[in-house]
């Protein structure tokens, strides 16, 4: 799906050589600051290589048109961004970006009830807990239906049992949908419990810590 060849990002990332496969669940671990989510950004496009090269399955990530390529790879960053209005303008938020068909409020809905959001599609989003403008934003990333989702610490504003059912949720829409999930996690429980694979990123350097 992803390959980095000798990708370097100024002095935060050196990968001489990393491949992420498709239709598998990657987890990203290490220490605050080895440079996780910026990989997630250069997988994204968001930034660029200083050196190197990305490719995306087989094709040059920088021949590759950054709106084309969003609407494939879909990124949630560990801030969650909430826009002014509803939830369910929300939710339908990224849909309206991508121009893809609006579903009906039902299945707005169940996408709450996947991410156990226990509120009304006509509550005021910005009024929302961060740990439930969080769980929104995944049911906003969730319904555009993406091949590839890069999650950047998905629970982070999360109890302990709500993010194991999240994350639950979230890995088992990956593999019933053939999807493929790259996701960075500071937890070492739900890394080894839900991962196909496990990178430990360390001062910027990749070690493989499990292959399932």
Known sequence: MFELQGVKFKHIID???????????????????????????????????????????????????????????????????????????????????????????????????????????????????????????LGRILLLDSPVYLLDEPSSALDDSTEDLIIQMITKFVKENNKTLIMVTHSKEIANKYSDTIIKINKGKHKMEGDI
């Open 15 to 137: 990968l001489p050589s990393l491949k992420i496969q498709k239709n598998k669940i990657t987890t990203l671990v290490g220490e605050s600051g080895g440079g996780k989510t910026t990989i997630l950004k250069l997988l994204n496009k968001m930034i660029s290589p200083t050196e190197g090269k990305i490719l995306f399955q087989g094709k040059p990530l920088d021949e590759i048109d950054s709106i084309t390529h969003r609407r494939q790879v879909t990124m949630l960053s560990q801030t969650p961004i909430v826009f002014e209005g509803n939830i369910k303008d929300n939710l339908l938020a990224g849909l309206k970006f991508q121009d893809k068909e609006f579903p009906d409020d039902d299945c707005l809905k169940e996408i709450l009830r996947k991410v156990q959001l226990n509120k009304n599609l006509d509550d005021d989003a910005e009024l929302l807990s961060g740990g439930e403008k969080q769980r929104l934003s």
